[in-house]
């Protein structure tokens, strides 16, 4: 799995890059970590091994602030405008001509929705997406809910929630599909099932694909 350092406005990301086996990789995926852990999450790395099987390219995005060895994420439009750098520099090299999907865990997940039309996503990809952030003691008002986050992706999306997460659970919508597997916010109870989803989407998504080119050609 080769690694790759991308330059952004932010400082260095770093990539991690797989090719499926066999034919030519039919799309792209890029996955960003959560706001305090790294690319080696279990269920992104379930998520990794649905997308090869299914003959996607799979970028693992480690943010600068990471790479920095910080463990504090950086603010959200620093985390969007690196992520959007990388996601064009992939585009214009290692998945040029692909389709790529946006994806990520937990703060990740908002990433890639938040910039999901800043990079022409084809698709989005949530593991557990957080979309209430836990109430803080003694607060005077409820936590703000994130579903705007969601609910302003155009394109098509997965969301994997574990029943329990205390984030809470997104709601579906259309063009939005909601797997709920067994488990906490770290989906770590149940990755076959996780896989399982993600393995899902993929396939209806190449199915959508092909009935548009078909559509196209008529």
């Given at each position: 799995?080769?690694?790759?350092?991308?330059?952004?406005?932010?400082?260095?990301?770093?990539?991690?890059?797989?090719?499926?086996?066999?034919?030519p990789p039919r799309a792209g995926l890029m996955l960003g970590h959560g706001a305090g852990g790294g690319v080696?999450?279990?269920?992104?790395?379930?998520?990794?091994?649905?997308?090869?099987?299914?003959?996607?390219?799979?970028?693992?995005?480690?943010?600068?602030?990471?790479?920095?060895?910080?463990?504090?994420p950086a603010p959200a439009a620093h985390l969007d405008e690196a992520w959007v750098a990388v996601a064009e520099?992939?585009?214009?090299?290692?998945?040029?001509?692909?389709?790529?999907?946006?994806?990520?865990?937990?703060?990740?997940?908002?990433?890639?929705?938040?910039?999901?039309?800043?990079?022409?996503?084809?698709?989005?990809?949530?593991?557990?997406?957080?979309?209430?952030?836990?109430?803080?003691?003694?607060?005077?008002?409820?936590?703000?809910?994130?579903?705007?986050?969601?609910?302003?992706?155009?394109?098509?999306?997965?969301?994997?929630?574990?029943?329990?997460?205390?984030?809470?659970?997104?709601?579906?919508?259309?063009g939005r599909t909601v797997a709920r597997v067994a488990g906490d916010h770290a989906l770590r109870s149940d990755?076959?099932?996780?896989?399982?989803?993600?393995?899902?989407?993929?396939?209806?998504?190449?199915?959508?694909?092909?009935?548009?080119?078909?559509?196209?050609?008529?």
């Amino acid at each position: 799995m080769p690694e790759l350092n991308v330059d952004t406005p932010r400082g260095p990301a770093r990539v991690h890059l797989t090719l499926p086996d066999g034919s030519p990789p039919r799309a792209g995926l890029m996955l960003g970590h959560g706001a305090g852990g790294g690319v080696g999450a279990p269920d992104l790395q379930a998520a990794r091994g649905a997308a090869l099987r299914a003959g996607l390219t799979v970028a693992l995005v480690e943010q600068p602030y990471r790479v920095a060895g910080r463990r504090s994420p950086a603010p959200a439009a620093h985390l969007d405008e690196a992520w959007v750098a990388v996601a064009e520099q992939l585009a214009a090299d290692r998945l040029r001509g692909l389709p790529i999907i946006a994806g990520g865990r937990s703060s990740g997940a908002r990433v890639a929705c938040r910039t999901a039309a800043a990079i022409d996503a084809a698709g989005v990809l949530c593991l557990a997406f957080p979309l209430l952030p836990p109430r803080r003691a003694g607060a005077a008002k409820p936590p703000v809910s994130r579903l705007a986050e969601l609910d302003a992706v155009t394109v098509p999306t997965l969301v994997v929630q574990g029943v329990n997460d205390r984030f809470g659970m997104p709601p579906e919508a259309p063009g939005r599909t909601v797997a709920r597997v067994a488990g906490d916010h770290a989906l770590r109870s149940d990755l076959p099932a996780v896989a399982e989803a993600v393995t899902q989407w993929l396939q209806t998504q190449r199915r959508g694909r092909r009935r548009s080119a078909r559509a196209a050609r008529s």
